[in-house]
């Protein structure tokens, strides 16, 4: 039995325990290490606990670097920011280095003490800092989780024997910090370093890392004199899910509610329909996950974005018809303990008392944003347009549906003007009845995002030619030319380029007189 070896002059509990009625117990340090490996984080994740602790290093610019080299392989963070004494650094190495019932400074992104480390442990073995305060000393200090095993104690290492490759004389000039991943056996594995397939999935977990760093900081990064971060040379941009640059976007009323005794701030957005962006916008816009998978709350914490896109298990599902609704809520780090907030920071949970609210907000944000996605689509659209406009039909059959090809579509009839009827009847009949129905449908419910725009990366080109034979054919049937331009601006696909339709048929108008 361990007992204490001197008696306790200040209790600060006022609990004075006898001699011998308590064992100490320590837990074995690698074992514990192993479980603090455990915790879910994903390559992105822990990259992104990093750059939180170099924010909170007042760091203006965080350097990320991937470097591949089979099981050799390591990845580098270094930033410009404050650095650290070597108490400091021992402290930062420590696991549980902050308690997270310490009430903390109202920018701090950290809470339990164990981001660096958990985050680090999660993805390698072997975890090096070096770092350097203003016209201070450099300061290094090592985790290795197999001389840990080894030895059986927590021996943080002070001099690193092997250096840990020439990343660590990567120049601080004045201060920074920098921090360096070994033996990355949940990144690059074994590997050798001619594997061309782990070196593919070694360029793929950077550009995730990448989009995820654009998502969860693009608030920092958007700030006059913002942080930048960069990878591998190239700096990274802010992913704003929002859209807020969009002069179509709507942001709906702000709410404001009380939790824990502070203001939690709730600020709902609907998105524009796709006809309201540029094609590349809108492919921007998808986000990391897509479209449908982006819809829901985005959860702040200190601008810094936990949770993106989620319906916060309010009971609603993703659907194609929500998904233009995105709502921001913004939290202050005292609010922690009440969203159960975990250590990836990657998880909220809405208390109690507030879910019927958030469920009002997300009832009326997903109407209006449905109101948007019809109103602007086919079928408000076909109201108001001639029939003929609309190359496919939905019909059906013996009480089932079926698509046919309208006949009385413009160029349709200039083919059967043009052409062989018997033919194309022929044609148009295996067209009909060749559609690959089933295989659509299941892409849909696995991949709906991955269905491609109406001449999405196709040359400008082509899309001014198809304009303009169905705008020939128009004026072909006796319709004046006013009237076959506002028709090509309700017939699908020409209406979701109107800005095109316009400049096209001008010109067209303009060489032709």
Not at 141 to 162: A, F, S
């Amino acid at each position: 039995m361990i007992q204490k070896s001197e008696p306790v002059s200040e209790d600060p509990e006022g609990i004075d325990d006898p001699e011998g009625t308590y064992d100490v117990t320590q837990p074995e340090p690698s074992a514990l290490i192993e479980s603090l490996r455990a915790f879910g984080y994903s390559l992105e994740t822990a990259i992104a606990d990093l750059v939180d602790n170099s924010i909170a290093a007042k760091a203006k610019n965080v350097w990320i670097r991937f470097e591949w080299k089979g099981s050799d392989s390591y990845i580098s963070l270094k930033d410009d920011g404050e650095g650290m004494t070597e108490s400091s650094i021992i402290s930062a190495m420590r696991p549980g280095s902050q308690s997270p019932l310490k009430e903390r400074s109202l920018k701090d992104l950290g809470r339990f003490g164990l981001g660096l480390k958990t985050a680090s442990f999660s993805q390698c073995r072997r975890l090096t800092v070096v770092s350097k305060v203003n016209n201070g000393e450099i300061v290094k200090r090592c985790w290795d989780l197999d001389y840990v095993k080894i030895k059986k104690e927590w021996r943080l290492l002070k001099l690193i024997e092997p250096e840990p490759l020439t990343v660590i004389n990567d120049t601080i000039s004045v201060q920074g910090t920098i921090v360096i991943w070994e033996k990355m056996d949940r990144v690059s594995g074994n590997h050798r370093a001619d594997d061309e397939k782990a070196y593919k999935r070694f360029l793929e977990g950077a550009e995730k890392v990448k989009q995820h760093l654009e998502m969860v900081f693009h608030r920092f990064l958007d700030y006059p004199n913002s942080l930048k971060i960069w990878i591998n040379g190239r700096m990274i941009t802010s992913w704003d899910p929002f859209m807020k640059s969009e002069r179509a976007t709507q942001e709906l009323p702000v709410e404001k509610l009380l939790c824990d005794g502070k203001n939690l701030v709730i600020t709902p957005y609907v998105l524009p329909h796709q006809s309201k962006v540029s094609t590349e916008s809108h492919k921007i816009g998808s986000g990391p996950r897509g479209w449908n998978a982006q819809q829901g709350f985005y959860v702040y914490r200190n601008e810094r974005l936990l949770v993106g896109g989620d319906w916060l298990s309010l009971g609603f599902q993703k659907e194609e018809h929500y998904k233009l609704a995105r709502i921001q809520v913004d939290l202050p780090n005292s609010m922690d303990g009440e969203w159960q907030i975990d250590v990836k920071k990657s998880r909220a949970k809405i208390p109690g008392y507030l879910k019927s609210d958030f469920k009002r907000i997300a009832v009326l944000t997903r109407n209006n944003a449905v109101d948007i996605y019809r109103h602007r689509g086919k079928v408000v659209s076909r109201k108001h347009a001639q029939d003929f406009v609309f190359m496919w039909e939905q019909k059906t059959r013996h009480g089932k549906f079926f698509y046919s090809i309208n006949r009385e579509h413009p160029l349709v009839q200039q083919a059967y003007k043009n052409g062989v009827k018997i033919d194309l009847d022929a044609l148009f009949s295996i067209l009909e009845e060749s559609i690959p129905v089933s295989h659509i449908l299941v892409t849909n419910v696995g991949e709906p995002d991955k269905f491609s725009t109406p001449f999405e990366n196709a040359p400008p080109e082509i899309l001014q030619s198809v304009l303009l034979s169905s705008f020939s054919a128009l004026l072909n049937t006796g319709v004046e030319e006013g009237e076959a331009k506002r028709r090509l601006l309700a017939m699908d696909p020409f209406s979701l380029f109107p800005d095109v339709v316009e400049v096209c048929l001008n010109e067209f108008l303009k060489d032709k007189k």
